[in-house]
């Protein structure tokens, strides 16, 4: 299936509508003629994932026969089809660890489920019932996303489709969470009564509706028909009747996220999307959007012609056709983005290997009407939202740190039972943050002793009380489920904001802004490469040091040092927050600093890391 070596460009032009030697047999899935151009030789053989997409029947494949078997796991093709539906094959290295040290052999597989949540809008019914999900199915914890969605993690396969069910039930969905699919659509969470805030929240709804999959495949296998039967059994023949206007029968070359924000707000940080909005205001009213393309941060160690990227600018839309830009901008990535090596399928690459120039021109061609001359907005600040805050219409909004995105209940902290709390008690509004954070809407004046009451009885620090620095960090996931992971980041982070937080205050920098961002592995995950202080996971227990980006997520860092063991990090960093304090600029962050001095002249301040030790 996936291997088949007959399986080319020439058959996923078919598999699209139209034929890719010749523009033979256009159908009317093809809009256009620069739709059905040929644009490699039909000789250069696909991906395997190419293949395995187009023989899924619309993303059925093989998933419902799977789940009736008697089996912890799937196979490796229903893997790469389950992703579009929103969940991830996983094992926990650490149970495979103490299961070694208990004499079984084998991994223990269970899935992550990420629900997508777009804007990070959900009611307190949602969340409840998320944390009700990770205790009954998962593995007790709930975790908030970088990209303001929420993952359950170890849930086994015999209770994947309860959980599914049971997420569409409150009305959220997990349907092109993950996936060579448009995910979820970004947008600033902030709930002022504005009529801006409001239309771009609106946005990214319409957005996130519009470049859904349309395939019947996710309700057939997930959910109930109308007699509230599920569908146990999956017709083959039943996907003659899907149709993707946008996607094709084998959807884009590789995962494509969209964000939306303001110039003075670039809380989501849009240049890192593959498509970025930025809204263009005057006197009020979002007039239209600088349009962004080609952001990425996902980097394959083994691969060195991938590399972190920040969106360029394309040109301004006006705001009634930002939907039908944002659609030509997914159909050129589909008709040209790399099918055959799926390390190099992300759009930033098609627009590098096309330049700006020639990749406007085409996106023009495929709407219909030619983008306009960039306007002059630009990103300039950045807000976590965190705290209390006016929403504009005589409410009020708290901004809860929550570390790492992790709901759970320890002894110290109990995330989990608070939050149920204040769901009950105060009913608010819920927004996630691309800071893995938390939004409490809609909130009364009368109602701040009581959130406050209630965080303090269950131990978790109000945001008033969290320092800068760890407001302002953030980790991925990594050890012990990601299967990408070479190091710990979640787990290590919080120790490592310890020694950040003493270090900083000795030079008198506890109120300066820093970004610290960090990974497991190279890929991005948690957005280190624009960072003030980016930390890649490297080797087990080590990391790269990336230095001097912006808070405001507009400039990409530079590799400092490599290879430095997690304990040395701060005794490297330290003397550059010395000379930070005695010789920064008016208004200058951290990042800026290390920017305008420049690894050799950092190098020279820093005190060299011991060597690595065998």
């Known amino acids: 299936m996936g291997g088949d070596p007959a399986y080319t460009r020439e058959n996923a032009g078919r598999a699209l509508g139209c034929e890719a030697a010749g523009g033979k047999g256009r159908s009317s899935r093809c809009v256009s003629a620069v739709e059905t151009e040929c644009r490699v030789s039909a000789e250069e053989k696909l991906s395997a994932v190419e293949g395995i997409k187009a023989a899924s029947n619309f993303l059925r494949g093989t998933v419902a026969a799977e789940l009736a078997e008697d089996s912890d796991q799937f196979s490796a093709e229903s893997i790469q089809v389950l992703k579009h539906h929103g969940t991830y094959q996983q094992d926990n290295r650490d149970d495979r660890a103490a299961a070694r040290a208990d004499g079984k052999a084998g991994k223990q597989f269970s899935m992550m489920v990420r629900s997508r949540i777009p804007g990070g809008q959900l009611t307190a019914s949602q969340l409840l019932a998320e944390l009700d999900l990770c205790e009954r199915f998962g593995g007790g914890t709930l975790r908030i996303t970088s990209r303001q969605g929420l993952q359950i993690h170890g849930v086994v396969k015999a209770r994947l489709r309860d959980v599914i069910a049971q997420i569409n039930a409150t009305g959220l969905s997990t349907l092109a969470a993950c996936g060579d699919v448009n995910r979820n659509v970004m947008c600033c969470p902030a709930p002022y009564q504005t009529p801006v805030h409001l239309e771009l929240q609106q946005l990214a709804q319409t957005l996130a509706h519009h470049f859904a999959p349309r395939t019947r495949a996710y309700r057939e296998i997930w959910l109930c028909d109308a007699a509230g039967t599920p569908q146990r059994r999956v017709d083959e023949n039943q996907g003659a009747g899907d ?21 003075h ?52 839309v006006a705001a009634r056709d930002v939907v039908a830009v944002a659609e030509a901008v997914v159909k050129v990535q589909r008709d040209h983005g790399n099918r055959e090596d799926r390390k190099l399928a992300r759009l930033k690459y098609l627009v590098d290997h096309w330049g700006i120039e020639a990749f406007r021109a085409r996106v023009d061609a495929y709407c219909g009407h030619r983008l306009q001359p960039l306007h002059p907005a630009e990103v300039h600040a950045m807000c976590d939202h965190i705290g209390w805050e ?88 990594a050890w012990p489920t990601c299967g990408l992971a070479i190091t710990e980041s979640e787990r290590a982070l919080p120790g490592l904001i310890d020694q950040l937080e003493a270090e900083l205050d000795r030079w008198g ?47 990409l860092n530079f590799l400092f040092q490599d290879l430095v063991p997690l304990e040395q990090i701060v005794p490297l960093l330290s003397p550059l927050f010395a000379a930070f304090r005695d010789q920064r600029q008016e208004g200058e962050s951290f990042g800026d600093f290390c920017h305008r001095c420049g690894r050799d002249a950092l190098c020279a301040l820093a005190a060299p890391p011991p060597p690595p030790t065998a």
């Open 265 to 316: 707000d670039n809380c989501i940080d849009v240049y890192t999307h593959d498509l970025g909005l930025l809204a263009v205001i005057e006197q009020d009213r979002v007039i239209g959007f600088n349009v962004l393309v080609g952001g990425g941060l996902g980097v394959t160690p083994s691969n060195k012609k991938t590399y972190p990227a920040l969106a360029k600018r394309l040109g301004f």
């Open 390 to 477: 006016a929403q504009g219409d005589g409410r009020w909004y708290y901004g809860l740190n929550v570390e790492n995105g992790r709901l759970a209940d320890t002894p110290q902290r109990q995330w989990k039972s608070a939050l149920r709390a204040i769901c009950g008690t105060l009913a608010p509004g819920l927004r996630l943050t691309a800071h893995q954070s938390i939004l409490l809407t809609n909130l009364q004046e009368r109602d701040r002793p009581v959130l406050e009451e209630i965080l303090r009885r269950h131990g978790v620090p109000l945001s008033e009380e969290t320092s800068t620095v760890r407001r302002w960090s953030m980790a991925c996931v």
């Open 509 to 555: 920098l506890a109120r300066d802004v820093f970004t610290v961002r960090m990974t497991g592995c190279p890929n991005g995950c948690a957005r280190p490469y624009n960072a003030d202080i980016g930390l890649v996971g490297k080797a087990r227990g080590r990391y790269s040091v990336y230095l001097g980006g912006s808070p405001q997520g507009t400039r």
């Open 243 to 263: 149709d993707e206007p946008i996607y094709g029968r084998t959807y884009l070359p590789r995962k494509f996220k969209m964000g939306i924000a303001l110039p």
